[in-house]
């Protein structure tokens, strides 16, 4: 609640200031030269060396980045550690990349400003490379061994900073202003952020990974009933009868085993109401009602 509450809270606090503040009272900053102490030349020298850097890594490591390491028998790699360590130089990357690029585009000189725009984008290329290989990895990693909100939290992350890394485009290719750009990357994090809350992931969760084990035959069930909310009750008990035995009993014994001891009667405000406790407490009803 504190996580989706307080960010709300500033959102909505920003709103108000917005609306509140009179037309014209913004001062007007024409022209900043005292700020621009980066020279155009050490820009240039900064820029390709980080874009020389990333290219040439990522053509050596281009087999590791986009292959599927963690199948050859010999690799010693397993597919969380593959997509961790993915995760972890796309974090730092992605985060060092774009100080870089806000700091010269905020302080740097652009006398060469055709040759430091190309140059900019090709380091946005690569790190847009990056991010394309490590939610390749959770992909993976997800076809290996299932989902869980982890993996989509990744993926939902990911989501994020590919729109934060196109947004930074739009602002070299045109004026860059590094307030909208803050402003418009957080508000595609609140766009992104409200969606998962609203969204019923976990019931997504469930479902994939009980089709799929149609396919694959496995099935993590200790996850899936432990680990999980109860929003996942519904999904788990529209797919139990087309599980096959002795797995749909041992789905339906942790069911009973986790939720038949809580007090669904006991008798709520109107206030308390929710709608995907009434559908979870109907489907515990019928599914532990079954024999």
Not at 30 to 35: I, L, R, S, W
Not at 74 to 93: D, I, N, P, Q, W
Not at 139 to 156: D, I, K, N, P, S
Not at 236 to 247: C, T, V
Request: with cysteine; glycine share 8%; net charge positive.
């Amino acid at each position: 609640r504190g996580v989706f509450f307080v960010p709300l809270l500033v959102v909505v606090l920003g709103a108000y200031g917005y609306a509140s503040a009179e037309p014209g009272r913004a001062p007007v900053v024409q022209g900043e030269p005292h700020a621009r102490w980066l020279g155009s030349t050490e820009r240039l020298m900064l820029l390709a060396g980080v874009a020389a850097l990333f290219w040439l890594f990522l053509a050596v490591q281009l087999g590791y980045l986009f292959g599927n390491l963690p199948s050859v028998p010999a690799s010693g790699v397993t597919f969380a550690e593959y997509a961790r360590r993915g995760f972890g130089e796309l974090t730092v990357v992605a985060s060092a990349t774009a100080l870089l690029i806000v700091g010269s585009e905020r302080y740097g000189k652009d006398e060469r400003e055709r040759t430091l725009r190309l140059l900019t984008f090709a380091v946005i290329a690569a790190v847009l490379l990056l991010l394309a290989s490590a939610f390749r990895r959770v992909l993976l990693y997800e076809a290996a061994y299932g989902f869980t909100t982890a993996r989509l939290y990744a993926q939902v992350y990911m989501c994020a900073v590919a729109a934060g890394l196109l947004m930074l485009s739009l602002e070299v290719a045109g004026d860059f202003d590094a307030g909208r750009l803050f402003r418009r990357a957080a508000g595609a994090a609140t766009i992104l952020f409200i969606a998962l809350v609203y969204w019923n992931h976990e019931d997504w969760i469930a479902k994939q990974n009980m089709d799929r084990f149609a396919v694959t035959g496995k099935l993590d069930v200790v996850y899936l009933t432990q680990e999980l909310s109860p929003d996942v009750i519904p999904a788990i008990a529209d797919r139990l009868p087309s599980m096959p035995e002795p797995l749909r009993s041992e789905i339906r014994d942790a069911m009973r085993k986790r939720y038949a001891r809580r007090d669904g009667r006991r008798q709520r405000a109107w206030f308390e109401w929710n709608l995907a406790s009434a559908r979870a407490r109907t489907a515990v009803e019928a599914s532990l009602a079954s024999p």
